[in-house]
């Protein structure tokens, strides 16, 4: 069954570098998003992409984020200058060709910020 | 405020037990309710629920959503250790982002 693979699947970053994480969707499918879980709390929505643009974001994806789709496969997420609380599960899900339709999700990247 | 109620928290039972999953969510813009099952890792995609009333069944899994009352049940039957996991319940309401709820912890023992 195709799936949404995430890498690397755990990233330990110094306070204030930039770090990349990795996301290959499903293949056939248009929408991609990424998600965040803080240890404990709910997974909360930062953005959707569409047709190689933004399509939504949350109060949480700022000016530090921002979200790539490089080639035909990958779809990125940058933060530009890390904080301890960005410290969280990050997971990237992607849906078929309309937005409603179920979301699948990787196995997520923990990052860790020192 | 929480827009996605889950309840119980969290929920231990013993192999075998049926239990009963609770959710309940906003009216504004509803499109579907999703509930998915965490283990250690990824939310695995469960069901997808549009319209009030319908049953989706999978195995020994089945949900149902009451638009009446804003809510949706997960069941499951004759639970095995392997359903321990969390399980989460998530909107599309509005815009095409999921609201998740804070999940039901369910341990099954042996």
């Known amino acids: 069954e195709p799936e949404v693979t995430q890498t690397p699947s755990h990233q330990v970053t110094q306070m204030g570098q930039e770090v990349i994480l990795r996301c290959v969707p499903i293949?056939?499918?248009?929408?991609f998003y990424w998600y965040r879980q803080i240890l404990g709390q709910k997974v909360e929505f930062l953005v959707s992409f569409y047709n190689n643009e933004i399509s939504e974001k949350s109060e949480i994806f700022d000016d530090q984020f921002s979200v790539e789709r490089p080639d035909g496969s990958n779809f990125t997420l940058k933060i530009r200058s890390t904080k301890l609380e960005d410290s969280a599960m990050y997971f990237c899900?992607?849906?078929?060709?309309?937005?409603?339709?179920?979301?699948?999700f990787g196995d997520g990247t923990r990052l860790s910020i020192l | 405020e929480d827009k996605v109620v889950q309840s119980p928290l969290s929920l231990v039972v013993h192999e075998g037990d049926t239990v009963t999953l609770n959710c309940s969510y906003e009216?504004?813009?509803?499109?579907?309710l999703l509930w998915y099952k965490q283990e250690k890792k990824a939310p695995t995609f469960l069901f997808m629920l549009t319209s009030s009333g319908i049953e989706k069944k999978s195995g020994r899994l089945s949900s149902i959503l009451d638009k009446k009352e804003l809510s949706s049940i997960l069941n499951i039957t004759a639970t095995q250790t392997g359903d321990s996991a969390i399980y989460l319940c998530a909107d599309y309401s509005g815009s095409y982002q999921l609201t998740f709820g804070k999940g039901t912890k369910l341990s099954v023992i042996p």
């Open positions: 009216v504004t813009n509803f499109r579907s």
């Open positions: 293949s056939n499918h248009l929408y």
């Open positions: 899900a992607s849906s078929s060709w309309t937005r409603e339709q179920p979301q699948h």
